[in-house]
């Protein structure tokens, strides 16, 4: 097992300490990285002590110390998933080659490309999320909120490591543009629409937690393919901190679900809004909204950039070596319902140009059961509604949906209709401002918001009332 330095300014599992040219190009990104939260992270809390989970090795017990922490004295460090022995590629045209340990030349543009556009994800989110802390509902979810924003914090370190030390000055000059893109500057934005996209509220911030974290589960996972070693092996540890964020989302819409059943219950025929909490309509657009500017996240559906990145062995499928069987994508197709001239019909497509969509189906599938664990709560109140994913069509700014108009069940509308209907299920003005109503801090430990039930149980085996946020 590699050693793990915890003594370095950057805590390590890489030896760092043993490449001194290294050590100090990472050493002189530092105080970036540090402006950078200064300015765009959780600011307001700088001085306050969060109950924080610490990675400090990539083992069972070591990779989660929990312990009252200063969010900008959190120790980012870089750890890579313990190397597997002659581990070979397992897909693509390299399939059964060693696994690369250096960038391959002629792919380094595209390793590049991917690279930079996963790393630009993770400051982006901490940006949009940067105000929620004042909003919290409760101290339980204000410690949840700064434990994701810490980790997407490692997530950028975990990239820019791999930037520095095998990109060279082109490296070094993409890590310090992830640092001046900004979430939802028109001037200089961050790379995919989702990450400019405002997160207001805290049912913002749970679906976004639900839907585009899950983006990220699904493209670590077809990245820890990789033939590209370092980059496999950074992003299987990623994917150990990941679940947490969609636990965070999971949970979070579920309790919201919880609250807003207990009082339909209570009050039959009555607006949960009477009550102060959300209505299952206002709920469902958030859910729209979320989840289909998430699904835009895999790209187009015919691509020859997701060609490219399989066959040159650089991102393989969710799954790839445990799901699949045959592993080069040649010779097979995909059956498409592909949308031009306002028609659809159906086109074999070689598989390899279809696996945006082919990794888009399993997270439509774990958001689909995500929705059912909620309407299971619905359920368990005896309350008849249910909450839905829309189609795959709806409200799609990529790919051969864009630009025309569907209903959440995936029916072609004119625009009128689009028009007529839209604020029926995407969060109108009216909406925004009234979620916004809500928000309102919860401080007092153990006690929730009126718009969220709580949890069933604290973190790391704490009590509810646990002072989570100290200071
Ligand atoms: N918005 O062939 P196309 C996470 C661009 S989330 C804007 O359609 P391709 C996290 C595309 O870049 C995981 N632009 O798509 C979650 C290309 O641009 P250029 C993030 C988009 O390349 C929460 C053009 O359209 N990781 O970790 O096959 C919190 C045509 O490309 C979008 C990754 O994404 C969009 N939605 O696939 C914190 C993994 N979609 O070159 C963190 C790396 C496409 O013409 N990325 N475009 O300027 C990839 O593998 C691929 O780049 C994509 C796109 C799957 C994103
Ligand atoms: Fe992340
Ligand atoms: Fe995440």
Request: proline share 5%.
């Amino acid at each position: 097992m590699t050693s793990i330095d915890y003594e370095s300014k950057i805590p390590n599992n890489v030896e760092l300490s043993s490449d001194k040219r290294l050590q100090r190009a990472l050493e002189h990104w530092l105080p970036k990285y540090l402006d950078w939260w200064h300015a765009m992270g959780p600011t307001d809390f700088e001085t306050k002590d969060v109950y924080l989970r610490t990675a400090v090795g990539v083992d069972a017990e070591g990779w989660a110390q929990f312990g009252h922490v200063k969010m900008p004295d959190y120790r980012w460090g870089i750890f890579l998933a313990e190397p597997e022995k002659g581990r070979k590629i397992g897909f693509g045209d390299h399939l059964g080659e060693d696994a690369w340990q250096q960038v391959p030349g002629e792919y380094r543009n595209w390793l590049r490309r991917i690279i930079v556009t996963q790393a630009d994800t993770e400051p982006a989110s901490v940006e949009q999320q940067r105000l929620l802390g004042h909003t919290a509902p409760s101290m339980y979810d204000l410690r949840n909120l700064f434990q994701v924003n810490v980790e997407e914090g490692r997530h950028l370190w975990a990239m820019v490591y791999i930037l520095h030390t095998y990109f060279g000055k082109d490296g070094r000059e993409e890590a310090e543009e992830l640092l001046e893109r900004r979430s939802g500057n028109p001037d200089h934005p961050r790379i995919l629409g989702t990450f400019n996209e405002p997160c207001e509220s805290w049912l913002d911030y749970f679906c976004f937690t639900m839907f585009t974290d899950r983006d990220g589960k699904f493209q670590l996972l077809s990245l820890a393919e990789s033939g590209f070693d370092p980059l496999a092996r950074t992003c299987r540890f990623m994917l150990t901190e990941e679940a947490h964020h969609m636990f965070v989302g999971q949970t979070g819409v579920g309790r919201v679900v919880q609250r807003t059943a207990e009082l339909m219950k209570a009050h039959p025929g009555r607006s949960p809004r009477e009550f102060g909490a959300l209505d299952l309509p206002t709920l469902q657009k958030y859910i729209n909204f979320w989840s289909s500017s998430s699904t835009d996240l895999y790209g187009a559906e015919i691509s020859s950039n997701s060609a490219n990145f399989f066959g040159s062995s650089l991102k393989g499928r969710a799954w790839e070596m445990k799901k699949h069987t045959e592993h080069t994508a040649l010779d097979q197709v995909k059956e498409l319902d592909v949308f031009e001239n306002g028609r659809f019909r159906k086109e074999q497509v070689p598989l390899r140009n279809a696996l945006n969509e082919v990794l888009r189906e399993e997270f439509i599938e774990d958001n689909q059961k995500g929705i059912e664990y909620w309407n299971r709560i619905l359920a368990e109140q005896g309350i008849a509604e249910r909450l839905r994913l829309p189609h795959r069509r709806f409200n799609r700014q990529i790919g051969m949906y864009a630009g025309h108009r569907f209903d959440p069940d995936g029916n072609l509308l004119t625009e009128e209709q689009w028009q007529a209907k839209r604020d029926e299920w995407l969060p109108s003005l009216e909406d925004r401002s009234y979620v916004k109503s809500l928000m309102k801090p919860v401080t007092e430990p153990g006690k929730m918001a009126g718009w969220i039930a709580p949890p069933p149980k604290g973190i790391n085996g704490q009590p509810l009332d646990y002072e989570y946020v100290k200071g």
